[in-house]
């Protein structure tokens, strides 16, 4: 079925915009966009709008299409069609490494625009993240592969499907000894059979794994503990003492999302609740770190030592003689470590040691023993069978090594990126020239692509079926939202044409498993009812209880190696580009980073101290030397960070990787090494030149001043601050008259600053449901950056240890607005339910109102951020929100166009609005649920109880602008034996 | 009124420096003050216009590209939001009120040293009103729908609103262009009859009889002139004091620390006829020179002048004194954090001490007879009033923007080439009109300087008789 | 059927004697031409006071009431608005608008006046043709009498005998 699309040809005809453009199409079709390759600073970021703009030629405008197989939406529709201009939302899910979040597209005639969680999905509760919503904006990039070349000769869908069982039927004679796949980790049940059956027809075939922020050292950890590797999962909502090792289980990994949730569940203060208490331990500021009660720095090697010493302790003192083994009496940090493990034995049971997957096995290993010993084991924390083999650099070793031995004819390439994201020393860029078929299933051109011989254009996540597994082991069926956008051919039916079933096309293959493994006579209806509710029921697995090993635990954790000597290399997944997989994601990028506010750009992170005792600053670019590798970098102070040690976020550096990611950035992992992927020590800094780096910050002071801004109080003394929380609440002596706003909705939002981890998702959120546009690193370092809701990031007290907030800000819509009375031209008017209205279409753009705002939430078009767009880039837009033209003030209005499909549902339904019905895309996305809605003319309402609330206090206040969005004061719940100093 | 002040002029042996060189006939005045009109083309006033204008030019060249490309071009940002665009409007607008102050008020008051420079003033008035139009024109960021600033039935159906500022400034500004065009014009036409008849050739006979509309000096002309240039000088004096008053309230109105401030209207009027009186005398002394006009502007004018500047001066000094005690006074933790903290220590402290130096300290060498008399102090201190007073409003403005109340938001604002063509533009734009000015007008009113000339001598024959 | 005399004075004093003579012996259609303004001439040639202010405050009065209306009614009226929490009628943020407008009119109806009063644009007049007129705007001082063709020598006459110079004389049909 082909549905009419706003800037979409129906009919497939050739589209061009100038004559020139399509000789130039007709010219080159495979050929990059001119000036594709020029570097994203200055203008020209603009300037790689334009580009993305004119490669609609190379977009192949085919209409997009709902899949040819019926999908079925989460709620059902009456009639089952699509209907124009009615949303519907599809659930599917996302693989991060072997575990999977379900979501909920929202689809508009079969397009998709945004990204939610799904409400039944163990690991996402309803809640979406940061990466989940960046998925979309991939899916319709226009840089996208296209086709399948092979040999630089495209080949046609057919053919690429002759080729393949071609090639697969050359490795029948020696039972494919010389045929080797690459995968990326997953745990989708179907493409384990796939590798099952391929594995029967080719036993001699290997399979690598290849996860680049893999949990090997975890496996590797539980299996001493344990005997055989386990995937821990972490429960806290029975959790009330938490110690992170290095565990950034808030910011990274698919289950971060659900824990943000237990975790924030626990924050409230106040009678009966008990809330729960975080340590963290750990180099660089995380998104955890800077939640954490206690926060205690140290160097990324030296997390075992005080694993050990915390184990030593629960033994001496606490009697956990199991303990005994694997601790060990701490030279340093003895307060704390102490400190830390009274605390843990005081709750017993309901603490919890976790470590990161940093982390050297012998700290998960000790973490297991102490958990078990605690006997929190299996209460906040569970265990299940892992799957077995590397997945990080030793996989890629032990293929590196069979290639070299030249073993290797044929190698199939699903991983992600491989060349770039393996360490330096494997050396597999070089390695795959001597591959004769090396096949690589890309979503875009990327370094790995370039040394392959058969590339494939991968079909997005959204657009294939396939399917995945939680954590907790529950199965959700993917379904693709639409037919692929560009030629192109998913994971499913690569793999399944190696067993000639390539034409059967992924749908089938899948049913096909489905429906075997369920064997009920009603599969279909089944089926349907999978599909729409993105669950498989009954497709978890029972968590287990093994038992400790102490005394392998013991062993392991006195053999570690002791970290080696000098300043102290740590690498760390960027919390937005991760390993690098959204370098080309323009929203990412522009995201600031959640601590330093930093975006389109990476620095070597380094403390005050250590940079005052090299003598270095914020800005000066400098060499890294590890094992003989180098790299240039710009380095930054940051708050928090631990001493001699520095921090290397990954994923930067990228040197084929489009306009939006080539070059951005210093790629660290040039100094990997595979046997020290994460920890490494021994590096040098060399400064180089006198030039400064720009860096492009949304936030450049972090300092409040002194102002009662985002306000933090300790647990105990939350009482005793009442009155001064009631000098920044309640009614405000004024000449005004009151507007009334009884008997209608009185719009309101209120921002629990305890709860909230700053993680940033409502940012992305807003910008995908708001058509915010993306205005690249010039215009960010010129402080022109367009996010609606910002996160603003205040520290305080001991620069070298400070105490951390995050506050989310978006327009609070002031009931005496300061912007509106000053705009000439009524553009911004409060409408009859309070809410502080933006007219585009009537703003001249005199950016008085941004001038007269004390909240500076407004954001202006200083140029036309929104043109070119090619057509793919288009479907993406949300139809119910105005695309804002050059010159124009924008900002947050609570989602209006929320609001008014609800409004128009109930008066349809003959219903009132329910309270929690509607839900602004920051609040919906929010994972911690630190942001809530509704109505405060609505005593009932969630919101009104938290305007009502002790903790409740205005930003602002003195000015009397009655903003509509209220602040509950974030309340930390120090341990009093740590309390001071 | 006019009587005392003769006295004064009698009595006082301290002044004897007269207002009127000699006395000239009516025929020697028009010949003396039409000499640059009817001599030809100097060719140093020819240089001087290929320079302004080729600065015009550059102005012509920044609005199209900041009209084509989008103002982003420029440096604002936010919290910048406003920044050379309004700092070059306010400094042009006070610029542009020494000359109907000049014009109107001294006239109310009949002090006939400003027979000589009133119209050099005025035409200044106009040249400067007309730079400044162009900012709050071209800031906007979708200049072609300006228009709907101004209350006309719209299809929209919907109305501007008048309790913005800017409202009033769209009102304020184009009536006291209108009104100073006006008097500029009515003020103009005797002598433009005059050069109509004094004109040897036809085609300059013509021109200027029709700008002169007739004019044939009658009685009947003069009866109702008089009258009419008397009300528009009344008209205008309080209008001269309501623009910088509303202008003020662009930033008084607001709730930002250092724009919310009582005082601004008073201290913006004295701090633009401060400016205004600098901007005559830089203009004024180069040109007395040229064109030998020192027996009709002489030492007494620039001296007067050198006194309202010290008076305005001082007045400027006061309202930045209260602005800081007002900072201090209210407790006000964001008005003193801008007032004793962003401004002194800030990042933009070189500019803040720049302006205490040319508004504050620089005028009170006119305490100094010596230094009102000479004519390069004269000159020096009037620009270097002019660079005090562009700064002030950086203060103002960028200052008082880029730190305010959440320090999350806070941002450093740097302008770009485009800012700085555009500024030097209009500085190119002004010179070029004002020499066009100089070219085709007597700078000085014939007409007027005939009738003091009658009056000095009614007063001399007064004197002789006793 | 009107013809102009015209007739060159020294100095302002002989002009207005001669005004007053010429009005005693009841020519009409006297004026007087001099670069400035001439004490006295308009007695002399019996002229009343100048309307203009009136006309100007009329124009002020139309200008600022005008506004004040227009600003309430747009915005308390017409289209009523929520802005910001202040009432759509705030008197004292209309003021300045009501002000300048009151300034404005007020201006353009003065000058409006004296461009009716003084008959202006009027680019051409009988008067123009006399060469020597052309003094009038410089340093002469000039009398004209409007009068029917058959006085016109009587008045030329008359004028001379009061000491005019270059008395000259424009008849009505070559105006």
């Known amino acids: 079925m082909k549905l009419p699309i706003y800037g979409q040809s129906t009919d497939g005809r050739e589209h061009w915009r100038s004559l020139s453009e399509r000789e130039q199409r007709r010219a080159h079709p495979s050929e990059f966009p001119a000036g594709a390759a020029e570097a994203p600073e200055g203008f020209s970021r603009r300037g790689f709008l334009q580009v993305l703009g004119a490669s609609v030629a190379l977009a192949g405008l085919e209409a997009c299409r709902p899949p040819r197989d019926t999908i079925h939406p989460y709620v059902r529709s009456p009639e089952r069609e699509v209907v124009p201009g009615a949303a519907l939302h599809y659930a599917t899910a996302a693989e991060w490494g072997a575990e999977a979040v379900g979501l909920l597209v929202t689809t508009y005639e079969g397009r998709p625009t945004k990204v939610e969680g799904n409400p039944d999905h163990p690991a996402s509760l309803g809640a979406s993240g940061t990466f989940e919503q960046a998925l979309l904006l991939d899916l319709y990039d226009p840089r996208r592969l296209q086709g399948f070349v092979r040999g630089g000769q495209p080949l046609a869908f057919r053919s690429t499907l002759r080729a393949l069982s071609d090639l697969a039927a050359s490795h029948r004679g020696d039972g494919g000894a010389r045929l080797r796949f690459l995968v990326r980790e997953s745990g989708s049940p179907l493409l384990a059979d796939l590798r099952r059956r391929i594995q029967a027809r080719y036993p001699r075939a290997t399979f690598h794994v290849h996860e680049s922020l893999s949990s090997d050292e975890v496996r590797e950890g539980t299996r001493i503990a344990f005997g055989r590797p386990m995937e821990p999962r972490l429960r806290l909502e029975g959790a009330r003492v938490i110690l992170a090792l290095d565990h950034d289980f808030l910011g990274l990994g698919a289950e971060r999302l659900r824990l943000a949730r237990e975790y924030a569940a626990r924050r409230t203060p106040g009678p009966g609740a008990e809330m729960n208490r975080l340590y963290a331990a750990e180099a660089h500021l995380s998104t955890t770190g800077a939640v954490a009660d206690h926060r205690i720095r140290m160097r990324s090697s030296e997390v075992l030592s005080f694993a050990r010493a915390v184990a030593h302790r629960l033994a001496e003192k606490h009697g956990l003689a199991a303990l005994a083994g694997c601790g060990q009496k701490p030279a340093v940090r003895i307060r704390e470590a102490e400190a830390v493990a009274d605390d843990l034995a005081r709750v017993g049971a309901e603490a919890l040691v976790t470590a990161g997957p940093r982390q050297p096995a012998a ?535 929320r609001i008014e499909r609800h409004r128009i549902a109930a008066r349809i339904a003959g219903q009132e609005i329910r309270d929690g019905q509607i839900q602004t895309a920051c609040q919906q996305a929010c994972p911690s649920q630190a942001i809530r809605f509704g109505n405060l003319n609505d005593p009932g309402a969630q919101v009104t109880a938290w305007h009502g609330d002790e903790r409740r206090y205005d930003l602002l206040h003195e000015l009397g602008t009655r903003p509509r969005t209220a602040y509950l004061v974030r309340v930390r719940n120090p341990n009093p034996e740590l309390a001071h100093g | 009124m006019a009587e005392t002040a003769t006295q004064v002029e009698r009595l006082d042996p301290l002044d004897p420096i007269p207002v009127l060189a000699g006395r000239p006939g009516d025929r020697e005045v028009n010949d003396q003050l039409f000499l640059p009109v009817w001599q030809q083309t100097r060719r140093g006033w020819l240089a001087l216009f290929a320079i302004t204008s080729s600065l015009a030019g550059l102005l012509v060249l920044a609005i199209s590209y900041t009209v084509a490309t989008g103002i982003g071009v420029w440096g604002n940002n936010i919290p910048v939001g406003w920044a050379f665009d309004i700092i070059n409007f306010v400094w042009w607008i006070g610029i542009g009120h020494a000359g109907t102050l000049i014009s109107a008020i001294l006239l109310l008051f009949q002090q006939r040293w400003r027979t000589s420079i009133n119209r050099f003033a005025e035409a200044m008035t106009l040249f400067a009103v007309m730079q400044a139009l162009i900012f709050p024109a071209l800031h906007t960021g979708r200049p072609w729908f300006d228009f709907w600033l101004f209350p006309y039935p719209s299809t929209l159906g919907l109305w501007p609103n008048f309790k913005s500022p800017l409202m009033w400034d769209v009102f304020a500004v184009n009536t006291y262009f209108l009104v100073s065009l006006m008097f500029w014009y009515v003020g103009l036409l005797p002598d433009l009859a005059a050069l109509r008849d004094t004109s040897k050739k036809r085609g300059a006979r013509i021109a200027y009889g029709i700008f002169a509309l007739g004019w044939r000096g009658s009685a009947r002309h003069w009866r109702h002139y008089r009258i009419a240039y008397l009300l528009l000088a009344g008209i205008s004096t309080p209008l001269v004091l309501s623009v910088h008053s509303v202008v003020s309230f662009d930033f008084a109105v607001s709730l930002l620390p250092g724009w919310h401030t009582t005082i601004f209207p008073p201290y913006f009027v004295a701090g633009a006829i401060f400016s205004g009186f600098a901007m005559v005398l830089t203009l004024v002394i180069p040109a007395r020179k040229v064109f030998g006009f020192e027996g009709v502007i002489t030492a007494k004018h620039l001296e007067n002048m050198a006194k309202v500047m010290l008076a305005t001066g001082l007045m400027v000094s006061y309202g930045y004194a209260v602005e800081h005690f007002n900072a201090w006074y209210s407790g006000d933790h964001f008005e003193s954090f801008l007032f004793f903290h962003t401004r002194q220590a800030g990042p933009y402290a070189p500019v803040y001490w720049l302006m205490i130096f040319c508004n504050v300290v620089v005028p009170n060498v006119f305490w100094w007879k010596k230094a009102r008399q000479s004519i390069w102090a004269l000159w020096i201190a009037s620009i270097l009033v002019n660079v005090g007073m562009w700064t002030e409003r950086f203060v103002i403005i960028v200052i008082s923007l880029h730190r305010d109340f959440l320090p999350s938001s806070w941002a450093m604002y740097y302008p770009t080439l485009v800012d700085w063509s555009i500024y030097v533009g209009t500085l190119g734009m002004f010179g070029t009109l004002f020499l066009l000015f100089l070219r085709f007008v007597p700078s000085v009113s014939a007409s007027e300087v005939k009738e003091l000339r009658r009056e000095l001598d009614h007063e001399a024959h007064a004197r002789a008789a006793h | 059927m009107a013809s102009y005399v015209l007739g060159e004075f020294q100095e302002e004093a002989a002009l207005c004697a001669a005004a007053r003579r010429l009005r005693e012996l009841g020519f009409a259609g006297l004026d007087a031409h001099s670069p400035v303004p001439i004490h006295g001439v308009d007695e002399a040639l019996g002229l009343k006071r100048s309307p203009v202010p009136l006309i100007g405050l009329v124009g002020m009065l139309l200008g600022g009431g005008g506004a004040y209306l227009m600003q309430w009614w747009m915005n308390a009226v017409d289209y009523s608005l929520n802005v910001g929490g202040r009432p759509p009628q705030s008197a004292p943020a209309f003021i300045p608008v009501t002000f300048e407008s009151a300034v404005l009119v007020a201006s353009v109806f003065i000058v409006g006046g004296l461009f009716a009063l003084a008959g202006f644009p009027r680019l051409h007049h009988p008067v123009f043709e006399v060469e020597a007129f052309r003094t009038a705007c410089v340093d002469g001082f000039w009398l004209s009498a409007e009068v029917e063709a058959p006085r016109a020598e009587a008045a030329a006459e008359e004028m001379r005998r009061l000491g005019a110079r270059n008395v000259s004389r424009v008849d009505g049909e070559e105006a």
Not at chain 1, 774 to 792: N, Y
């Open chain 1, 363 to 897: 700290v998960h290993a000790v973490a297991a023993a102490v958990n078990a010993a605690l006997g929190s084991a299996g209460r906040t924390v569970e265990y299940r069978p892992a799957p077995p083999g590397p997945t990080g650099p030793a996989s890629l070793r032990a293929l590196a090594d069979a290639v070299g031995a030249g073993q290797v004819d044929t190698l199939v390439v699903t991983a992600r990126n491989p060349v770039y994201a393996a360490p330096a020393d494997v050396g597999l860029g070089e390695l795959l020239a001597r591959v004769p078929n090396s096949l690589y299933l890309a979503l875009r051109e990327d370094e790995t692509s370039q040394r392959c011989s058969f590339v494939l254009a991968a079909s997005h996540p959204f657009e294939s079926w396939g399917d995945a597994r939680a954590a907790d082991g529950q199965v959700t069926i993917c379904q693709p939202l639409l037919s692929p956008l560009f030629e192109s051919i998913s994971e499913v039916e690569l793999l399944a044409s190696f067993l000639d079933e390539g034409d059967r096309g992924g749908h089938r293959v899948l049913q096909d498993l489905w429906r075997s493994r369920s064997a009920a006579p009603d599969f279909d209806v089944r089926w349907e009812r999978w599909l729409a509710r993105g669950l498989v029921p009954d497709t978890a697995v029972a968590p287990e209880v093994p038992a400790v090993r102490a005394g392998e635990v013991a062993a392991a954790a006195r053999s570690a190696p002791a970290p080696r000597e000098g300043l102290e290399a740590s690498f760390v997944a960027d919390p937005k580009l991760l390993d690098g997989r959204f370098a080309e994601n323009a929203w990412m990028q522009e995201l600031p980073d959640p601590i330093t506010k930093m975006t389109w750009d990476n620095a070597a992170l380094l403390s005050p101290a250590t940079a005052k005792r090299l003598g270095l600053e914020s800005g000066q670019r400098v060499e890294l030397r590890l094992r003989g590798r180098k790299v240039e970098a710009p380095l930054w102070i940051a708050p928090g960070h631990a001493d001699d040690t520095v921090t290397l976020p990954l994923g930067y550096g990228r040197t084929v990787a489009g306009p939006t990611g080539t070059h951005v950035g210093f790629d660290a992992g040039r100094l990997r090494a595979a046997e020290a992927p994460w920890i490494d020590g021994g590096l040098a800094l060399a400064p180089v030149g006198r030039r400064k780096h720009a860096f492009a910050c949304t936030q450049e002071h972090f300092s409040m001043e002194g102002r009662d801004l985002a306000l933090t109080f300790d647990r105990g003394d939350l009482a005793g601050e009442k009155h001064r929380l009631d000098e920044l609440r309640g009614p405000l002596p004024s000449l005004l008259g009151q507007v009334d706003y009884q008997g209608q909705m009185k719009w309101g939002m209120a921002i629990d600053l305890t709860r909230c981890i700053g993680c940033s998702a409502c940012t992305i959120a807003c910008q995908a449901e708001n058509n915010i546009p993306v205005v690249g690193k010039e215009q960010v370092a010129r402080s022109r950056e367009m996010h609606w809701i910002r996160v603003d990031r205040y520290f305080s007290g001991d620069p070298e240890n400070p105490e951390v907030v995050a506050q989310p800000l978006a327009c609070v819509q002031c009931e005496r607005a300061p912007c509106e009375y000053v705009c000439p031209v009524n553009a911004t008017v409060h409408s009859d339910e309070g809410l502080n209205e933006m007219i585009y279409n009537r703003c001249v753009g005199t950016r008085y109102c941004s001038n007269n705002c004390p909240y500076k939430v407004r954001r202006f078009n200083f140029f036309e951020y929104h043109r070119p767009k090619s057509a793919t880039e288009k479907m993406l837009m949300n139809p119910d929100v105005t695309v804002r033209s050059r010159g124009v003030m924008e900002k947050c209005t609570y989602c209006v166009q």
